[in-house]
């Protein structure tokens, strides 16, 4: 008989501080995003609004966990260290084992990677911050200047590093599904232990806001005009990137019991399903993202709590959402229960938002209580008819659905109960 699957740790690192302390400032209302500036090789400087974390903060938790760990940044290549999506990575992982109690080398442990973008920053600093190193009469010594940063492109390498710093001693992958990513290392997660290749799986995810990652935004018109993150209110223009890292230790029952940890929550499934109409629209025909939702809810057989839902602040993107939301709800004649977003405090972190805003609803879960909207003039665009909780709610609840209708047509929905 199958058995369940667990939360045995969780970890979080965002622009409003790491963990519990980052769950409790969501009920403050004062997150406004910095300016961030970025110098290219011409000494042209492009500054772009940033929720960002500081690196105060990051040092101190390197520090604090590398002596707690007893990892030797000596014993790290440098390049790794200078790699902020790496270093992301690695402190929420080791922030996540810390929570769990959990050695590596007592289980079998894996590691999922979820992350878009691995050793690309590293490479693109390269060729635009410093001199340029290309010889257009000679292409083969321009690739020998920036042969080792197109090496370290191939996701192995991230994932090999990690696994060693960390002596993971199971499977490991990296999985790149846009904004959704962290839930379908969840799921991998899941059946990995589920098919009994591993007692532990870490699911880490980071993003770190790159000036790349702007002008991308900028370029498609998804970036917000006024540098405000406001989702599904009538004013919101688009997004507002955040730097983030987030983490979730998987456990199976037996592992769980055998060392007499006590669970944070217990894993209950994700649906997916694949849109193909327009990389960068959804097929609004389709309904592919209601149908992930239903599928999800009916497979735990009940109503959820509460839902933290993409919530981008592109108002295109939030109104498909709130509606495929709606219908799916009403499909399965369920009532719509209390919709909480967190973008607007923590930025839009892409590739690791899903599982940022899972550990903080799953705080949020154990905590019996619901942030309230941001801003706090909080006004929902007239054609989004959601419960939204534009004040603090404090209710005593058992699981929480977490939504992604993301670029790249990858919809996914996970569902996480209270132990």
């Not at 938790?61 to 990575?89: A, H, P, S």
């Not at 839902?307 to 295109?316: E, K, R, S």
């Not at 405090?345 to 941001?374: K, M, Q, Y």
């Amino acid at each position: 008989m199958m058995k369940d699957i667990y939360l045995s740790g969780i970890g979080l690192i965002s622009s409003l501080g790491h963990d519990m302390s980052a769950w409790r400032k969501l009920f403050r209302n004062e997150q406004n995003p910095a300016k961030r500036q970025y110098l290219l090789n011409n000494n042209i400087e492009i500054e772009y609004p940033v929720f960002p974390i500081g690196e105060d903060e990051l040092a101190y938790l390197k520090e604090k966990l590398f002596t707690e760990f007893g990892i030797r940044e000596d014993d790290i290549e440098q390049f790794l260290l200078e790699d902020k999506d790496f270093l992301l990575l690695l402190i929420a992982s080791l922030a996540g084992l810390r929570n769990a109690n959990i050695n590596c080398m007592d289980k079998t442990v894996a590691l999922v990677i979820a992350h878009e973008n691995l050793g690309v920053n590293h490479l693109i600093d390269g060729l635009i911050q410093k001199p340029n190193l290309l010889d257009p009469s000679s292409p083969l010594e321009s690739f020998q200047q920036y042969k080792h940063d197109f090496f370290r492109l191939q996701n192995f390498n991230f994932l090999y590093h990690l696994a060693k710093i960390l002596k993971v001693n199971g499977p490991t992958y990296t999985i790149n599904n846009a904004c959704a990513s962290g839930l379908y290392a969840l799921e991998l997660g899941s059946n990995l232990i589920k098919s009994e290749q591993a007692d532990v799986v870490i699911v880490v995810s980071s993003d770190y806001a790159h000036v790349t990652e702007y002008l991308w935004l900028n370029e498609k018109g998804f970036n917000a005009s006024n540098n405000v993150i406001a989702p599904f209110d009538q004013k919101a223009t688009g997004s507002v990137l955040g730097d983030g890292a987030g983490v979730i230790i998987l456990e199976s029952e037996d592992s769980l019991t055998q060392r007499k940890h006590s669970p944070l929550g217990r894993y209950i499934t994700t649906a997916f399903q694949q849109d193909h109409w327009r990389i960068s629209l959804p097929d609004v025909t389709a309904k592919s993202y209601s149908k992930v939702i239903k599928k999800a809810l009916s497979r735990y057989g009940r109503n959820v709590d509460f839902i933290i839902p993409h919530g981008t602040g592109i108002p295109m993107w939030d109104k498909y959402e709130a509606r495929e939301i709606t219908s799916s709800f009403k499909d399965l004649n369920l009532e719509i229960p209390h919709v909480a977003a967190f973008k607007g405090f923590i930025g839009h972190t892409l590739g690791a938002n899903s599982l940022i805003e899972l550990v903080l609803g799953i705080f949020s879960l154990n905590e019996d209580v619901i942030p309230p909207f941001f801003p706090p003039d909080f006004h929902a665009h007239p054609s989004v008819a959601l419960p939204f909780t534009q004040k603090k709610i404090t209710k005593k609840m058992n699981s929480v659905l977490k939504t992604v209708a993301a670029y790249g047509g990858f919809n996914a929905a996970t569902i996480i109960e209270k132990t």
